[in-house]
């Protein structure tokens, strides 16, 4: 059998957790990792720094994981100690390209290791791809409120990096019958982190979370509404409807700020959009661009979010919602 | 604090802002904040790395109330990636010296990367915190801070000099002081360029970076649609509403088909 060496690929997925490594998010990724390999020559590995758990890491190999890179770090786990873990094994075995969790300990982690190296680093792709003929990786981003999808290379550098978000692409478990590859790695950190002291961490309220992702319908509020919101609470009730805002409508403090959709908060995809006094900012449409239904209410006849709405009533939002409450 | 100026249109609807370039609102976010929270004795500066109309928003900058401000222009600086313009703007605080606390927006509203925070302080070798809510104390030696770290809140202690980034944005201006803006008008605005941070050209804009974007398509723009302008009286509208929003079909609605 022809034994191919020459050429060979390193991908390395880079885990941002100290415990509990088989998360959806990482598992994703993995599976990203496996399709982009061009043969069985080419290995994917997953690099985990923390307790050793070996159900978590049974889990990685069971989505596909060909290696398991893992540095035990049991205490003083922290940013500057995982990094120079990495670091440290990124010199000793060389990969080609390395995937982050865009997390923020993916993207700190992602961000610092490309000036430690000076490896080219490409914000939250949405795709990468091979190219064959030019020997690199193409990641695929879009930009500029996601009007555009830009192709980036890396180039005066062999490694490549990029950071990814979570449900950008699937997971998918391969196999129960697998091989425990894996490689250890150590690393002892010389006097602690001194520099960033925790003083407390507490988990956010669960209250607090709406999933305004899944919602169906959403009321989408714009600063036309700032005197109309209990009314508008009152009536999305009773229709079983969301209500979101633009950033304007933040600003305001109409809704909280994990109800802003638009570019710098969340896209949704509802059946039913009602858009109340929004003005169809690009920002904010962004946000709605996958409603299947889009009516929009506003005063002015010549409010840009008409042109991308089904159904256009000239009006203020108040008075259709009191009638809509009766 | 560093401060990128946008492309208005990004930021703004038309003439609302006379200015093509605005800050991006993460860094106005941050300016504020860092503003709200000066002391006496304490100075803020405003550093830049973009093209002329950068001079624009360090102006608007000043009319909110910083002490001065520095555009880091040179051609040799355009097609910057996060490596390229972190290391430029390293090359600029370690010019004013004496830092104490470098501070970033999260991300801009063009690049969209908001990698920009950690790796300047890798540049510099200094502590980073992104995701910052608010700086509960400044002390000479010390920041403590609370932030957002995935599902967390945390409150850190963080040793000076460090490099923080604030989580939020925001597109309004708090207080421009109009008095401070006309002065910022005719104020001259210290420029600094490659020799006077002794860049080498091989480590600045495109020549420094270590991405380059091979190709830009225009993706899936908002689909312009055939609208059912609904102005009939009220009642009607609302029962051709309610309609859609309870999936019933009445002739009117396409919902569901």
């Known amino acids: 059998m022809e034994y191919v060496h020459m050429g060979n690929k390193k991908i390395w997925i880079i885990n941002d957790q100290d415990v509990l490594y088989a998360t959806e998010h990482v598992l994703q990724i993995l599976h990203k990792g496996i399709r982009l390999k061009r043969n069985d020559n080419d290995e994917v590995s997953v690099i985990c720094v923390g307790v050793n758990r070996e159900d978590e890491l049974k889990k990685l190999f069971q989505y596909g994981a060909d290696r398991v890179i893992f540095c ?3 205490e003083g786990y922290s940013i500057s100690l995982y990094v120079k873990c990495i670091a440290t094994m990124l010199e000793d075995k060389l990969p080609d390209v390395i995937l982050f969790p865009a997390s923020i300990t993916g993207r700190q982690t992602a961000a610092m290791l490309s000036v430690r190296f000076n490896a080219g680093l490409t914000a939250c792709c949405t795709d990468i791809k091979y190219d064959g003929d030019k020997e690199r990786y193409v990641f695929i981003r879009p930009a500029m409120s996601e009007s555009v999808l830009a192709k980036i290379t890396c180039i005066n550098e062999k490694l490549q990096m990029c950071t990814i978000k979570e449900n950008i692409f699937e997971s998918r478990f391969v196999t129960n019958e697998i091989t425990f590859n894996m490689e250890y790695f150590s690393y002892t950190e010389k006097g602690l982190d001194k520099n960033i002291e925790v003083l407390e961490r507490k988990a956010l309220d669960l209250k607090e979370r709406v999933d305004i992702k899944s919602a169906k319908i959403v009321f989408v509020v714009g600063r036309g509404m700032k005197h109309s919101m209990d009314l508008c609470k009152t009536v999305a009730r009773q229709y079983g409807a969301v209500v ?51 009516i929009a209410v506003n005063t002015d006849v010549n409010a840009p979010i008409f042109e991308y709405s089904d159904y256009v009533i000239v009006d203020k939002g108040e008075n259709i919602l009191a009638e809509l409450a009766k | 604090m ?28 941050a300016l504020q904040n860092i503003i709200e929270m000066k002391k006496e004795g304490t100075e803020i500066i405003c550093i830049s790395m973009g093209p002329e109309g950068a001079k624009e928003a360090l102006r608007r ?52 990367t908001g990698q920009v925070v950690y790796a300047l302080s890798e540049q510099l070798g200094m502590p980073c915190i992104a995701q910052v809510e608010t700086i509960m104390d400044l002390s000479v030696e010390n920041a403590s801070i609370e932030r957002e770290n ?54 600045c804009g495109l020549k420094g970076s270590k991405t380059i974007v091979q190709d830009v398509n225009k993706i899936n723009p908002m689909v312009k649609k055939e609208q059912t302008v609904l102005d009939g009286d009220i009642e009607n509208t609302a029962m051709i509403i309610k309609n859609i929003i309870l999936g019933k079909d009445n002739g009117v609605c396409t919902y569901g088909k």
């Not at chain 2, 313009?85 to 501070?103: F, M, N, Q, R």
Request: glycine content about 6%; overall charge positive.
């Open chain 2, 150 to 203: 995935g599902e967390c809140i945390e409150k850190l202690k963080v040793r000076l000099p460090a490099v923080i980034s604030y989580r939020n944005c925001t597109t309004i201006y708090k207080k421009i002081n109009l008095l401070r803006l006309k002065r910022a008008k005719n104020k001259e605005i210290v420029v600094w360029n490659r020799n006077d941070l002794e860049i080498d050209r091989s480590m």
């Open chain 1, 72 to 74: 035990e770090q049991r």
């Open chain 1, 244 to 294: 979101v805002g633009t950033k304007a409508a933040v600003e305001e403090k109409m809704i909280q700020e994990n109800r802003q959709i638009g570019q710098s908060g969340i896209s949704i995809s509802p059946d039913i959009c009602v858009a109340l006094g929004v003005s169809g900012a690009t920002q904010h449409m962004v946000g709605i661009k996958g409603a299947q239904v889009i």
């Open chain 2, 2 to 29: 560093c401060i990128k100026p946008v492309k208005k249109e990004l930021v703004y609807k038309e003439n609302e802002h006379l200015e093509n370039l605005v800050i991006n609102p993460y860094d106005l976010y």
């Open chain 2, 61 to 112: 900058c000043i009319a909110l109330g910083v002490d001065d401000v520095i555009h880091l222009s040179d051609k040799h600086f355009a097609g910057a990636d996060t490596i390229a313009t972190s290391y430029v703007l390293k090359k600029a605080i370690e010019k004013i010296g004496d830092v104490d606390l470098i501070c970033c927006g999260q991300k801009t509203v063009d690049g969209e």
